[in-house]
T-cell receptor, first 112, second 111 residues
Framework: NAGVTQTPKFQVLKTGQSMTLQCAQDMNHNSMYWYRQDPGMGLRLIYYSASEGTTDKGEVPNGYNVSRLNKREFSLRLESAAPSQTSVYFC???????????FGPGTRLTVL | GENVEQHPSTLSVQEGDSAVIKCTYSDSASNYFPWYKQELGKRPQLIIDIRSNVGEKKDQRIAVTLNKTAKHFSLHITETQPEDSAVYFCAAIQGAQKLVFGQGTRLTINP
């Protein structure tokens, strides 16, 4: 669906490698969010951005950096990937039907 | 910070029966509680929500109830169908629209 796109859909890394997960929205929202989802757990907030150029830590920010260079894009970077970062990563924007969030399709990341 | 507990972790019901999933939250300042449904390999999708000034909300076969005093809220699905099989997550909103999720309930509808 239009609204939020994430790239790549799948990625396999070796421990210590770096990569950037990309998120883009076409809804002109100020806020954007990054979550991770691990088996048997709900989604946990990594970082969020309330507006272009601003970012704040969420519940589990360690090991990640983010960048919000423009209103449309919010990227998540793993500088030195660890097996504990194996997860599904979801980007989110405000949900038009309520005061919550609408999630992108996700990126499934495996770190060996 | 907010902590959301969700039970049960798995639930199996016969098609046509009702299913109930319960969540508790810790922060009395939380005032908005969405429920998400996630099918295998897909994104979580909002199915219903409730605000703290409302005790119950219904949308066809789905309803949510909220007890502010006890700090718990529940999802009720009636006349369950096979397509209701999924993982369901409750959540509470903290400041700046930050979602705190429960651990999820895997619901299986048996034909």
């Amino acid at each position: 669906n239009a609204g939020v796109t994430q790239t790549p859909k799948f990625q396999v890394l070796k421990t210590g490698q770096s990569m950037t997960l990309q998120c883009a929205q076409d809804m002109n929202h100020n806020s954007m969010y990054w979550y991770r989802q691990d088996p048997g757990m709900g989604l946990r907030l990594i970082y969020y951005s309330a507006s272009e150029g601003t970012t704040d830590k969420g519940e589990v920010p360690n090991g990640y950096n983010v960048s919000r260079l423009n209103k449309r894009e919010f990227s998540l970077r793993l500088e030195s990937a660890a097996p504990s970062q194996t997860s599904v990563y979801f980007c989110a924007i405000p949900e038009p039907r309520g005061d919550t969030q609408y999630f992108g399709p996700g990126t499934r990341l495996t770190v060996l | 910070g907010e902590n959301v507990e969700q039970h049960p972790s798995t639930l199996s019901v016969q098609e046509g029966d009702s299913a109930v999933i319960k969540c508790t939250y810790s922060d009395s300042a939380s005032n908005y509680f969405p429920w998400y449904k996630q099918e295998l390999g897909k994104r979580p999708q909002l199915i219903i929500d409730i605000r703290s000034n409302v005790g119950e909300k219904k949308d066809q076969r789905i309803a949510v109830t909220l007890n502010k005093t006890a700090k718990h809220f529940s999802l009720h699905i009636t006349e369950t169908q096979p397509e209701d099989s999924a993982v369901y997550f409750c959540a509470a909103i903290q400041g700046a629209q930050k979602l705190v999720f429960g651990q999820g309930t895997r619901l299986t509808i048996n034909p």
